[in-house]
């Protein structure tokens, strides 16, 4: 599989496992120090090619794509769960993560809208049990599993779904197979 995006990554050993996975160019932030100079750099990069923001799911790499996403609100976004990119020692990042689940990650990536709809509205999110429920929170982790995104809390989950354009009729089918009602 071959990416045109650039795929923004945090170090070398993410790209080396990324490029076992798929064929691409890579650009490395090398730890959480995103300089002036470096977001000027992928400002171009994302004019010219596009980039695709694949970082750790810790705070490190969170922080690394929200200062990105900031700067450059087109930036695609791939995530890769805690659960996924794990080794056997414990270690969380890209680099632990498999082929399959980078290779899922970048096919599932999103971009996040300017012109969002919002027809997901909070009164929705606790009717189908999202927020201010005993079990809630796994099921927003399972529901952000699912739908390959950034796990969140329930104050932002809100802002995350209509931020990716994820339809109301979406959120509910994904809600339904994840309780086996589908």
């Given at each position: 599989?071959?990416i ?14 990324v ?11 090398n730890?959480?120090?995103?300089t ?18 694949l ?20 930036a ?10 794990v080794?056997?020692?414990g ?12 290779i ?17 509205t909070?009164?929705l ?17 399972k ?18 779904l209509?931020?990716?354009?994820i339809?109301k ?13 589908d």
């Amino acid at each position: 599989m071959k990416i045109k995006e650039i795929i923004v990554v945090e170090g070398r050993d993410d790209t080396n496992r990324v490029k076992e996975a798929v064929e691409c160019d890579t650009f490395e932030t090398n730890g959480s120090a995103i300089t002036k100079r470096k977001i000027e750099r992928l400002k171009l990069l994302s004019k010219d090619r596009g980039i695709i923001i694949l970082t750790d799911p810790d705070y490190a790499g969170k922080r690394i794509r929200n200062i990105i996403t900031q700067n450059i609100p087109t930036a695609k976004q791939a995530y890769i769960s805690n659960k996924k990119a794990v080794d056997k020692k414990g270690k969380i990042g890209v680099e632990a993560a498999s082929k399959e689940d980078i290779i899922f990650a970048l096919r599932k990536c999103y971009t996040p809208l300017e012109n969002v709809k919002y027809d997901i509205t909070n009164d929705l999110l606790i009717n189908l049990g999202l927020v201010a429920g005993k079990t809630s929170k796994v099921l927003r982790e399972k529901l952000c599993e699912e739908l390959n995104i950034e796990y969140t809390n329930a104050k932002q989950l809100l802002n995350k779904l209509n931020m990716y354009n994820i339809s109301k009729q979406k959120l509910i089918d994904t809600i339904n197979k994840i309780e086996g009602n589908d």
